[in-house]
């Protein structure tokens, strides 16, 4: 008889409650504490989201720019590959590698799930970037580490902190 009934809005509110459910349309509620990756999640997200949007001016004003891409590779066969598949439909393909980052970005922007798959997918890509010269190995070995670092901090997810006796504060293991 004494119970108080919560209103939907002030469980959403209240995320010290016991009798917290899922919002609406089955949303989680809010648990209070801030995601600590946002940041690096908007950083990554918004480099791949840029690299799409330089893709696209770089293939409509100089096409041209792609012809010798891969003429540092270790591999003769990625080089010919690339003069004799990419070359010729340049303005098909990089397009399509241009959707491919759009892709990426919105996966790491995304919630912590999606946000996984998109760095693994990140570092798949930036893995595949050696492959074309030792000139890359410059960018993706420092990318690769930094994205496997970013990935451990996502699959080993915040807890709440112990030590500060404030509920909304974050940490990692």
């Known amino acids: 008889m004494g119970e108080r009934i919560m209103t939907t809005g002030?469980?959403?509110?209240?995320?010290?409650?016991?009798?917290?459910?899922?919002?609406?349309?089955?949303?989680?509620?809010?648990t209070g504490a801030r995601d600590p990756n946002r940041w690096w999640a908007r950083a990554v997200g918004g480099m791949f989201l840029g690299g799409a949007a330089v893709h696209l001016i770089l293939v409509s004003t100089n096409s041209r720019a792609y012809d010798s891409f891969a003429d540092g590779s270790y591999w003769p066969f990625i080089a010919?590959?690339?003069?004799?598949?990419?070359?010729?439909?340049v303005y098909y393909l990089i397009p399509t590698l241009a959707g491919f980052e759009v892709m990426v970005g919105v996966l790491i922007l995304?919630?912590?799930?999606y946000r996984r798959v998109g760095i693994a997918v990140a570092i798949a890509f930036n893995l595949a970037l050696m492959l074309f010269g030792w000139g890359f190995?410059?960018?993706?070995?420092?990318?690769?580490?930094f994205l496997g670092w970013f990935l451990t901090r996502e699959l080993?997810?915040?807890?709440?902190?112990?030590?500060?006796?404030?509920?909304?504060?974050?940490?990692?293991?």
Request: glycine share 6%; no cysteine.
């Open 10 to 30: 002030q469980m959403l509110q209240n995320p010290l409650r016991s009798e917290m459910s899922p919002g609406p349309a089955g949303i989680a509620p809010r």
């Open 80 to 89: 010919h590959s690339w003069r004799s598949v990419l070359v010729p439909n």
């Open 110 to 113: 995304s919630s912590r799930q």
């Open 137 to 145: 190995w410059v960018w993706s070995i420092p990318m690769v580490t």
């Open 156 to 173: 080993r997810g915040p807890r709440l902190s112990r030590d500060a006796g404030d509920p909304t504060r974050v940490r990692y293991r």
